[in-house]
Structures are given as C-alpha cells and as structure tokens.
T-cell receptor
Framework: ETGVTQTPRHLVMGMTNKKSLKCEQHLGHNAMYWYKQSAKKPLELMFVYNFKEQTENNSVPSRFSPECPNSSHLFLHLHTLQPEDSALYLC??????????????FGPGTRLTVL | GQNIDQPTEMTATEGAIVQINCTYQTSGFNGLFWYQQHAGEAPTFLSYNVLDGLEEKGRFSSFLSRSKGYSYLLLKELQMKDSASYLCAGGAGNMLTFGGGTRLMVKP
C-alpha cells in the first residue's frame, strides 16, 4: 500500500447505526486530518491531529468521534447520524514542523449515505 | 475570517490557455494552495504560493498578490485530462480553508 488509504470506500447506514471509517497513511507523516466534502459546498476541515494529539475540532457535532491511536492510523466513529451527514469523507496527512509549506496528501475518501 | 471565492464552472478548448481566479479575505493566513480533483478521486496538490509573484511548474503556473487577496491558476496547452475541479485553499499553519472549487470542462 502506498500513500493514504481509506476503508470502506462506500458506506450506507441507518440513522441508528454505529460505524467507523478508517484511514491509514504510509508516508511517515506526523499529522492527519478529517475533511467533509458535500455536494455544492467547499471541502470542510473537521479534525486535525498533530503527533497523535487532537489540535483542532472545527465545531463538529459529537455524533462524529475521531480516534488517532498512532501517527499512521486515524478513525472516525459515527453514531446516530442524520441524512444531511451524507457526504464524501476525506482523510489527509502531512509532515509538519520542518519549515516551508506542508503539502497535504489526501486519501480517496469514503462515500457515506445516511438513510 | 477566511472567505475564499472562485468561479463555479469554466469551459475551455483543448490546446488553449485558461486562468482560474481565486479571491480571499483572510487574517493570519500564510500561503495559498491549489489542488486538482478529478471526479470521484482524491484532491492532489498542484502548487503553493507564500510570496507575491508567479510560480511556474510545467504547464501550470500560480500567481499570488497578498495585498490584493488574489490568486490565479494558469493552465497552458490544455488537454482533455485537465477536465477536473480546481480547489483554491488558504493555509494558516497546517489548517486549510478551501474555496468551493472551479469545475473546468475542456472541450475538443
């Protein structure tokens, strides 16, 4: 595996279900991110983890719960979602702290549909 | 705040040149990124500007004017594969704020 991988690629869930999205980066980076991409809306930053510590929660509802067990893995736990949460969820990673600009590398995303 | 505006859609002809503009209102903002996103795929990095001026990278160039809150992405010698969405994003630390993206359609 290379780059940033995400599983599953597609997920359909009911509003009462609990599911988790998984992201893994194979780039040796120290920062990971969750973004939400809805139709007709800009890509929205949800969470930022630097060195496994959450440094940003961009006013995301508590029905989204991130987890970063190590610098290579990032999860997004989902429970009691709403239909408006249907979107493409993108994971990204970058190497921070070395100066200059820090390009973020994105995974292919999980297409989530909430019924 | 960091309002980032770019046109929703543009159309251009294969072989031509197209300029995609991005304007922003920002504070605490240290650079401007451009990403390309093909339908159903992940965004991929194209360019980054931190200083005023033009950065050239092959067929793609990006320009930044910090005083005017303005950037553009210039695509030369357009190819059909350049049909994609182009996302402008302002960076502050490792936080990116994206515009809505410009969907470029390249026609033969």
């Amino acid at each position: 595996e290379t780059g940033v991988t995400q599983t599953p690629r597609h997920l359909v869930m009911g509003m009462t279900n609990k599911k988790s999205l998984k992201c893994e980066q194979h780039l040796g980076h120290n920062a990971m991110y969750w973004y939400k991409q809805s139709a007709k809306k800009p890509l929205e930053l949800m969470f930022v983890y630097n060195f496994k510590e959450q440094t940003e929660n961009n006013s995301v509802p508590s029905r989204f719960s991130p987890e970063c067990p190590n610098s290579s893995h990032l999860f997004l736990h989902l429970h009691t979602l709403q239909p408006e949460d249907s979107a493409l969820y993108l994971c990204a990673s970058s190497q921070e702290g070395r100066g200059g600009y820090n390009e973020q590398f994105f995974g292919p995303g999980t297409r989530l549909t909430v019924l | 705040g960091q309002n980032i505006d770019q046109p929703t859609e543009m159309t251009a002809t294969e072989g031509a040149i197209v300029q995609i503009n991005c304007t922003y209102q920002t504070s605490g903002f240290n650079g401007l990124f451009w990403y390309q996103q093909h339908a159903g795929e992940a965004p991929t990095f194209l360019s980054y500007n931190v200083l005023d001026g033009l950065e050239e990278k092959g067929r793609f160039s990006s320009f930044l004017s910090r005083s005017k809150g303005y950037s553009y992405l210039l695509l030369k010698e357009l190819q059909m594969k350049d049909s994609a969405s182009y996302l402008c994003a302002g960076g502050a630390g490792n936080m990116l704020t994206f515009g809505g993206g410009t969907r470029l359609m390249v026609k033969p």
